[in-house]
């Protein structure tokens, strides 16, 4: 079975009614004690949106990088009692389930998620059904259950026979309530610190470490590795502990130094305002690294100033609700224009300052004050725009939850660039005083990807948390 099948499966069982509330000192007690079973006795379990499928009981064989298969003797999925009935006109099939609960599917829906060895690749999970293989309308000829496992199916418009697992059908009920129910379990926990140690060694040689430490960063977006061999492309190592580093026009690795011409003013003795890396990308880079070889006692300032800025919007949006709705509908654009450099940089983006899904859910902020162009949109919207993001900076600057963090030498901070704002102080060096950070990045869905892979391996049903990819889920 493909990841891909793997991650759909997982994905489709959280259209059971189980909304995982992960409370902040729970978890962080557990992240602390380095228990995973009181990781789990934490876990709150709150009762489902109304009209959400009832869970499926069932004894759970893992396969690694399988999707579970159940025990039907316990699964309510198990058709022995289940009642088909198709509508009048046959566009759609309401099934009873065993235990009370049912599920409405549309004929054109089972016609493409039908699980038949020519409409679906075995190995691979992937579907082989093209769209002009569909005849329009689809409509129901005939349905019934196979062997107790297996919902068999037949079209009025072609004489295909389609096969769909009762397993697939109950994970896979939809519906808005349902829908509401599978997005809310990827909420996230605001970080209001303090930044959450773990060893260099222990991650890197212990599994129960690596995935706390993994945990942390998709729950609370920002971790602090101690004991961190000082040695020069030793960042790349502990970044590659999670996902492959990202190559950008920095390179895999870049040194954050004062220089006399700086290329970034991260590369000057400058105070840096809250701000988020490279937001002239598509895509810009998940995970940020910054690797501290040295930093001398004696310098002055220099302090690094972390923010959950999906904390700050969420303020925003409940003190200003017409600007945040402004900061939605009209866009910044971001750009890297510097061709004074090894490689010449010509970036452009434009995007919304904030992202939000059908269901209102915040899923991305883009917020990099530095990289913005000048403001190019319609007349009407100049004054409104500038009045929300006068007032969103305001609100980012007055933060209670600001974070701050004198890096020593050894220590490798790690945080969600697309979540985490970072900031730093200006800082004076004299007598021969340096400060030297080696950087890298790690692709957002990398990161995403490595997170819900370690959860299925450990046997949790937790879905990634929302982290400011953009994605509605």
């Given amino acids: 079975m493909s990841l891909h099948s793997m991650l759909r499966g997982l994905i489709s069982s959280a259209i059971k009614p189980r909304r995982h509330l992960l409370h902040k000192n729970c978890i962080q007690r557990s992240l602390q004690d380095g228990c995973h079973k009181n990781l789990q006795r934490n876990i709150r379990l709150v009762s489902s949106y109304k009209g959400a499928p009832p869970p499926v009981h069932h004894n759970v064989k893992r396969q690694h990088f399988g999707v579970s298969t159940l025990d039907a003797s316990s699964d309510p999925a198990n058709a ?26 549309h004929s054109i829906w089972l016609r493409n998620h039908c699980q038949c060895a020519s409409c679906k690749q075995l190995h691979s999970g992937q579907k082989l059904i093209e769209q002009h293989d569909i005849p329009r309308p689809c409509t129901l000829k005939s349905t019934q259950i196979q062997d107790g496992t297996h919902l068999q199916i037949s079209w009025k418009e072609t004489a295909h026979e389609g096969l769909i697992s009762l397993e697939f059908l109950r994970e896979n009920s939809y519906g808005n309530d349902a829908i509401d129910a599978a997005v809310s379990l990827r909420d996230n926990v605001f970080f209001k610190g303090p930044i959450e140690e773990f060893d260099y060694k222990d991650i890197s040689s212990c599994k129960k470490s690596f995935f706390r430490w993994l945990q942390c960063l998709d729950v609370y977006g920002i971790a602090l590795v101690m004991n961190v061999p000082t040695e020069l492309r030793q960042v790349a190592k502990v ?53 501290c070889l040295r930093f001398d006692d004696s310098a002055q300032g220099g302090e690094s100033l972390f923010l959950d800025v999906f904390h700050s919007a969420t303020e925003f949006r409940r003190q200003y609700p017409h600007h945040f709705d402004t900061l939605t509908r009209v866009p910044v654009t971001f750009h890297k224009n510097h061709f004074e450099r090894e490689r010449p940089a010509a970036y452009m983006y434009q995007r919304p300052h904030i992202t939000v899904n059908p269901q209102g859910q915040m899923t991305s902020v883009a917020w990099s004050p530095p990289f913005e162009a000048p403001l190019k949109v319609r007349e009407e919207d100049v004054e409104p725009y500038y009045e929300a993001y006068h007032t969103f900076a305001a609100v980012l600057e007055n933060s209670p939850i600001q974070v701050e963090h004198r890096m020593r030498t050894g220590q490798c901070i790690i945080f969600n660039n697309r979540r985490i704002l970072h900031a730093r102080r200006k800082f004076t060096l004299n007598n021969g005083e340096h400060r030297h950070y080696q950087g890298c990045y790690v692709n957002i869905d990398d990161f995403r990807n490595s997170v819900q892979v370690a959860y299925i391996q450990h046997g949790r049903e937790d879905l990634a948390k929302r982290n400011g990819n953009q994605c509605w889920l």
């Fill in 239 to 291: 970044a590659e502990l999670i996902a492959p580093v990202q190559n950008t026009l920095y390179g895999e690795i870049f040194d954050v130094v004062a220089t006399d011409e700086p290329i970034n003013v991260a590369y000057s003795t400058a105070p840096l305002g809250f701000h988020m890396d490279l937001m002239y990308y598509e895509s810009p880079p998940g995970l940020q690294l910054l690797h």
């Fill in 80 to 105: 022995t009692n289940a009642q088909l009935e198709m509508d009048s006109q046959s566009n759609s099939l309401q099934i009873s389930w065993s235990d009370g609960f049912r599920s409405r599917y």
